[in-house]
């Protein structure tokens, strides 16, 4: 049986178009969405021509199950739910039962979707380190990671310092709990302990220089299309080791997507969802978001299957 889907396309503007593929079918450990909402992620959107042909893409969804996963594990048919996993951007999602969370019933489901990926990534890169107290630098702030991150640090108890990449993407990180907002790296005038970077390239290297002993740079993004170049001997420190580290451990999100969750519906994190749509404007979304102009999420609507 097949479904509707955003399916990868070469040949299209933005690799992506509204198309047909197979229904999934669910593993015993796994549950049946059918997908209401989902969001995109400018490195997803940015990374669809790499992809095969015909491959349904992207990982955030939310929406409501309609198969239970036959292990007897997770949410039950009609819960509503967010979801993380690979196939999300199509009407029937099989997930696993550990990477799900039911959504509490303040929180809308368009917003839901808004979280897994740029969420997850937030809350388990400032885990890294104890934060209270801590001067955390964020660089591409006005990104979706970047505006959670600001968020969940400031929730940590840090002194949480914003980088922009121009004064016109500022806007609302003050409100979301920075302490300080800066384009670039301008003005910074003491070490920091936890460097959360977005951006990568000569921006990286200029960011080393700023980390305190004993500090930690966590490499999420690479927004930039240059390379990162450091002098002989400035990754050389005597004294609390400094170190720098990848993020990519998605494994079992379920319950941190559960965390976050909590904290929409008790108003203490904002989904920032900055544009919304149908999903049969996937090109015009992933435009604006690859030209940043969006400060946070995207999140589509998708057409919900036909009645028999």
């Known amino acids: 049986m097949n479904m509707r889907a ?22 015993p450990n796994q549950l049946m969405i059918e997908v209401r909402h989902i969001s995109l992620n400018r490195g997803e959107v940015a990374g669809a021509s790499q992809r095969p042909a015909g491959t349904v893409h992207g990982y955030d969804a939310s929406g409501v199950v309609v198969r239970a996963a036959t292990d007897g594990t997770g949410p039950a048919v009609g819960a509503r739910v967010a979801a993380f996993g690979a196939g999300a951007w199509a009407q029937r999602m099989a997930v696993d039962t550990t990477a799900v969370a039911e959504v509490p019933a303040p929180v ?23 934060i209270l107290g801590r001067r955390v630098l964020i660089t591409g702030a006005a990104g979706g990671v970047g505006r ?30 920075a302490h300080e907002v800066v384009v670039g790296l ?65 494994h079992e999100v379920g319950p941190d997507i559960a ?35 969006i400060a946070g999420k995207a999140v589509l609507d998708v057409e919900p299957v036909a009645a028999d």
């Open 6 to 27: 955003l399916v990868v396309d070469p040949d299209v503007p933005g690799s992506l178009r509204l198309g047909t593929a197979a229904e999934p079918h669910p593993a």
């Open 108 to 130: 809308h489901l368009a917003d839901a979707a808004a979280l897994p990926m740029a969420g997850i990534t937030a809350l388990r890169t400032l885990r890294s380190r104890s």
């Open 148 to 177: 959670y991150a600001v968020q969940l640090a400031a929730l940590g108890g840090a002194h949480v310092i914003a980088s922009v990449g121009s004064a016109a993407r500022a806007g609302g990180l003050t409100e979301l709990g």
């Open 186 to 250: 301008e003005g910074i005038d003491r070490p920091v302990d936890l460097i959360l970077d977005n951006v990568g390239g000569p921006q990286l290297a200029a960011a080393w220089e700023l980390l305190a002993p004993g500090g930690a740079v966590q490499n999420i993004g690479w927004a930039s299309d240059q390379p990162a170049e450091f002098a002989p001997y400035s990754l050389f420190f005597i004294g609390p080791s400094k170190t720098m580290s990848t993020f990519g451990d998605v």
């Open 259 to 293: 965390i976050l969750l909590g904290f929409v519906a008790a108003g203490r994190l904002s989904p920032e969802v900055d544009w919304r749509g149908s999903w049969t404007r996937v090109t015009e979304a992933a435009q604006v978001l690859l030209d940043r102009r």
